[in-house]
Structure formats: C-alpha cells, structure tokens
C-alpha cells in the first residue's frame, strides 16, 4: 500500500551544524504515528520541512518527502500553496496564536476551500458541528478571543478538515490545553482518523499523549531517531536505553509516591560537539568505546521494531 | 500550633473595569502541617495560583485570613509582611524568569540573606556555597550568571534561594512544569529529598496529578474557585468521592498503551464557567454527569466523609 506520508534521509542545518540526520519514516492511512523526544530534538524542525515551513535560518540539506506516493519535497512554493490547508494540514499548539485574531471561526475555516464565507456557510457549520463545538450557528461567526482554548482547538482542527487532508500533522496539539479538553481532543482526533481514515503525524513529548492515541511511535533525540516500532513495543520493551530512561523517568500515578525516579545524568549535545559517534553515548548507562566511536546504524529488532543502539538487544524496560 | 499554614475563608477577587469581579477565590480553607506537603490542583482559571499568591502575599486577600507559622497575612502592614516572609518562599514555574539575568547565582542565592543581613562577606559566602551544593550545584557556580544555565539547573537556584531563609513554608507554583521529562524527574527527587532533610511544609500548586501523586502527602482539589475536596494522597487517587476528581483522575492518560486504552473514558464535557458569573448552587453542577435539581439550588456543604472533606450533595 501506498503510505500516507514517506520521510526519507531528511537533514537538516543551521549554518555549519547538522540538526536533524538522517530522518525517515512512513505513516500509513489512517495511522497515528508519534514523533516523540525532548526540546530541542529536532520534532517540530521535522514537522516543519515536511510542510515546507522552516525558519530561513535552517537549510534542508537532503532527504525525501512523499505524499500519497507524490515526491513533495522538491515543490516550488507554488505547489506547496495548494498542498497545504488542503491534502497536508497541520494544526499547532497554541491554537489562540495560531488563528487569525483578526478573522471569524467562519472565514478561517472557509479560506482554504476558496469559497467565501457566504457560499460555504452550510458546510463551515456542519463541520463546526462535527468538531464539537457548541451552537456552531453562533460561534461561526465569532472572533477568536472570544472562544476559549479547547473551542479554538477545534476550530483550526475544523480549518484542517475542511479541504479533506491525506495527512494531519498536529504539532503538540493538547499541550496548552487543561487535561478534561485534552482528553476531548485527543477523542476527536481518534474518531477522525476512524471516520475518515486520515493520517496524523503526532508531534508531542507527552508519553500519555502517546500511550492514548498512538499506533506507531518514533522517539528522536539529539536529531536523530533512536528508536522506532509500535506503541505497544516501544511502552512495553524499549530497545534503545534512552526511551528506557525517559520512560522510568515519568511519575505515573501506579508507582510508589515519593520513589526516585530515573534521572537521565548530563544533558544533550548541542550540535557543535556532535561526535562520530552515538549522541547519547555520554549519558548512557550502557556506552562502551565502540559507542563513542562509531554511530549505530538503525537496526531492525524484528516485527518492524527498529533501535539505534549498538546494544540494544541488552537493554531492559 | 502544628501548623505552618492556615487558610480560612479566603477569598480573592479582582475587580474588573466592566461587569462584576472576578471570584478567583470563593471560600477555601485548608491547613498545612509542619513537614507536610500539600498538593493544590486544578484546571486553569480554578484559583490555584491565587491561592497560593495570596500565602505569600502577592496579592490581596479580599476576605478571610491566612496564618503562616502562627501570623497573620491577610491585611498585614509592610513591616509584619516583610517579617512573614521569611517564613514563606516561593518558586514560581519558569525558572527563565524568576532569576535576574544581570545577578550572579551567588548574589541572587545570597540575596535574602544579605537583605535580612543574617550573614555578610565570608559567611554569607560560605552559606551560599552550602545552598548551592544542597541542591546539586557546585560552590563555583555562585560567580556564574543565570544565561550559563540549563533550565533544570536554574530551578535548582531558584530553590537554594527559596531555602537560603529556611522557611516554615515553601509555595511551589507548577516548578516542573515548563522542564523536560529528564530534568522534571531531577527536580522532583531534588524536592522529595529536601522534604525528608528539613521538614518544612509545602503548598505544591499543579495541574499535573501524576506529578502531585508523586510529591505529596494531602491533596486538594479545586473547581472555580472552590475546593471540591481535599483528602489524604491514597484515599484521594485510589477512591476519589467528588464527581469532579473522578472526571480530572480519568483524563490523565496513563503513559502506558495497555492499560491507557482499556481504561473507560469518561470525558468532561463541556468548559469551565467563567469565575466572573459562576454557577448556581454546586459550581460543578454544569458538567456533573450526576448533577440533579438540589445542585442547581444549593451550594454543598464541605464536609467530612470517611478520611476525606468533600463538597458534593451526593458524596458517600
């Protein structure tokens, strides 16, 4: 089957620094993949060259994207246009910035089909509708300030749907929302991939987030992807020690109070001391000289569970 | 008096320029006891922060009273608050902010003992490399500017100067909140270790339940303005009895897919009110999945039930 979204080889640079290497991907139709690391790993730097919106600062070096079997990645700005908002839509995480303070639910939502308000109205509402948003007949033509953060979410979801996106890219999409409009979104963005076998790339650092709604995850970390496989794998068996780490690092409301939790010693490389070999290697409980020597490759682990690390096989949950 | 904090009928409102105040704060009372921890959660727009502004003292009690080591907050002139202070610290979320970029670590660390002149020169050099060291930094640090630092090693300084006084009190508004999960779990087990080594109370504000589980011994709930209850760690996440803590314990999502997706869902619907123009009666009774006519009409008393408090007309 032709995948959703396919991410080849992407790197990118910010001057003479390599911040994301080497990143791939596939996301079939109607998956969930999470795309998950601490800041400044390179997810939403991803997300970006993907919609072909990165800062001016950042070059893309190489890498491949294709859309539904379309290579993407070498369209001019013009093609991009008419991609965006309609087969590849991507909502964010301040949905209150996002919008156009400006602008009514209304005329956001109609832009990217084109039409004006007035002849898309009926269709505008019943998506509104559709997103869960209350008296859509009313909130259509309100201003942003006027809604709140949750009934701002699901108005640039609706701005996304309207042109029947391929794939979904939502960029920490709950992440300023409280947790009872979070578990509202998080029930919207499932029945939408159910009902319209949408794809989303899932950006997030959440592990709930993830646990909830993810099929497939890719954990990144220093702008590569350490690991990959499904969720249940990645929860269940981590193969490389920095998701091992990360995941013993969260509180969670089954274990001990009061317990130590794991602490992940040092911090991440900044991009100029990246070395020949594996990223993680300083803080990694495992790091022998082969690691600080040599990258990892990503290796297949069996049942499509991938791990850069040279000693994955001996890493425990 | 066992107590480092009490609060008892607090109220805070903002006037508006148009339309009535805001009720931030509508009536909560709670204490907290020497070497306790008290988390406080909540939605935004619930009141946690106010609460836990007014302990301190940033802003202004509209009505009740608030006892910090036996003296009262509430109304207190320039002078006794400047005293009180000293028995109550806070460290606020974003350690980006809540340090001035143009100190040193070691003059912002020294700082409330310079200005309290409990120590000066050599041993307030002396006690400032202790502080820096009990929170896992190193003496050197102290001549280092805070831009030298990584998120989680600036909260480290913004808590060794919340101890520098050693407070009966320390308020922690949402601390690891802006952190990464590596870092987050630094600081908590930074915090867990100072609980254990000095015994001072702690008002833990959060929205993060896990994170509250993980710190404290008591727990309130709050929903605009109110407490909704307020009962030991266990007993609240284990059998909570207000509707509200149900709904709040059921949208955390557990980072666990198995056990996540075999959980009911039992979303909220609905937003909060605005606080400006609260409900009738229960504030919860517009998203209560059990509300029935009594909450609409009137407030529920908070009142004991088993080892918990709780406002709700049907808790059992």
Redesign the interface.
């Known amino acids: 089957m032709t995948p959703a979204l396919a991410v080849e080889g992407l790197t990118l640079a910010i001057g003479d620094s390599t911040v994301v290497e080497d990143v791939g991907f596939r996301l079939a139709p109607g998956e969930v993949l999470a795309l998950v690391g601490e800041s400044g790993c390179g997810k939403s730097l991803t997300a970006q060259a993907i919609m072909h919106l990165l800062p001016r600062a950042v070059r893309q070096l190489c890498g491949r994207v294709s859309l539904a079997g379309e290579v993407i990645s070498d369209y001019p700005e013009r093609r991009m246009r008419q991609l965006r908002g309609r087969k590849l839509a991507m909502i964010f995480q301040e949905p209150q910035a996002a919008l156009d303070a400006l602008a009514t639910i209304g005329a956001q939502v109609a832009e990217t089909t084109g039409r004006p308000l007035r002849r898309a109205r009926a269709d505008v509402r019943s998506l509104l509708a559709d997103v869960g948003i209350s008296d859509p007949a009313r909130r259509i033509d309100q201003y942003p300030f006027e809604l709140s953060g949750g009934m701002c979410q699901r108005a640039m979801i609706a701005s996304a749907l309207i042109g029947h996106p391929v794939v979904l890219i939502a960029d920490e999409p709950t992440t300023a929302l409280d947790v009872t409009i979070q578990a509202q979104i998080l029930e919207l963005l499932r029945r939408l991939v159910a009902d319209r076998g949408t794809a989303i790339l899932l950006i997030t650092h959440d592990m709930g987030v993830v646990a909830d709604i993810a099929d497939r995850v890719a954990v990144m970390y220093a702008g590569r992807i350490a690991e990959t496989g499904t969720a249940e794998a990645i929860f269940a068996a981590p193969r490389h020690p920095y998701t091992a780490l990360l995941l013993a690092a969260l509180p969670r409301l089954s274990h001990a109070p009061k317990s130590r939790l794991a602490v992940i010693e040092g911090r991440v490389p900044t991009p100029a001391e990246f070395g020949a070999g594996c990223r993680f290697a300083d803080r990694c409980p495992l790091a022998d000289a082969h690691c600080v020597a040599q990258q990892p490759p990503l290796r297949d682990m069996g049942d499509g569970h991938r791990s850069a690390c040279w000693h994955a096989e001996r890493v425990s949950a | 008096m066992n107590e480092a904090l009490t609060v008892a009928d607090l109220a805070v409102h903002y006037r508006m320029r148009h339309g009535p105040p805001v009720r931030a704060v509508d009536g909560v009372s709670f204490t907290v006891a020497a070497s306790e921890t008290l988390g406080l959660v909540g939605?935004?727009g619930c009141g946690k922060s106010s609460v836990s502004n007014a302990v301190v003292g940033l802003v202004h009690a509209t009505r009740g009273s608030i006892r910090i080591a036996g003296a009262e907050v509430a109304g207190a002139d320039r002078r006794t608050l400047f005293r009180i202070r000293a028995q109550a610290q806070m460290v606020f979320q974003d350690p980006a902010t809540s340090l001035n970029p143009r100190m040193t670590v070691g003059s912002a660390v020294g700082e409330p003992l310079a200005v309290r002149r409990v120590a000066r020169g050599r041993a307030l050099r002396e006690r400032v490399a202790d502080l820096l060291t009990e929170v896992g930094l190193r003496p050197e640090h102290a001549a280092r500017y805070p831009h030298q630092f990584?998120g989680g090693q600036r909260q480290r300084i913004v808590i060794a100067r919340a101890l520098a006084l050693r407070p009966a009190l320390l308020v922690c508004d949402e601390p690891v909140s802006a952190l990464?999960?590596?870092v987050?779990?630094?600081i908590?087990?930074l915090l867990?270790d100072l609980?254990r080594a000095h015994r001072m109370a702690c008002l833990f504000v959060s929205?993060d339940?896990?994170?509250v589980?993980?710190?404290?011994d008591r727990v309130a709930v709050m929903y605009l303005g109110h407490l909704a209850e307020l009962a030991p760690?266990?007993a609240l996440?284990a059998a909570p009895r207000h509707p509200y803590t149900r709904?709040?314990?059921?949208?955390?999502?557990?980072?666990?897919?198995?056990?996540?997706?075999n959980r009911p869902?039992v979303?909220?619907?609905?937003?909060?009110p605005s606080p400006a123009n609260p409900p009738s009666g229960c504030r919860f009774h517009t998203r209560c999945p059990i509300a029935r006519e009594l909450c609409k009409r009137e407030v529920p008393e908070w009142r004991p039930v088993g080892d918990s408090m709780v406002a709700c007309h049907f808790a059992a």
């Open positions: 939605e935004s990584s990464d999960v590596s987050r779990a630094q908590l087990n867990v609980q929205h339940l896990a994170v589980r993980h710190v404290c760690r266990d996440f709904a709040l314990l059921a949208s955390v999502p557990e980072p666990d897919p198995v056990v996540q997706r869902r979303p909220l619907s609905g937003e909060i």
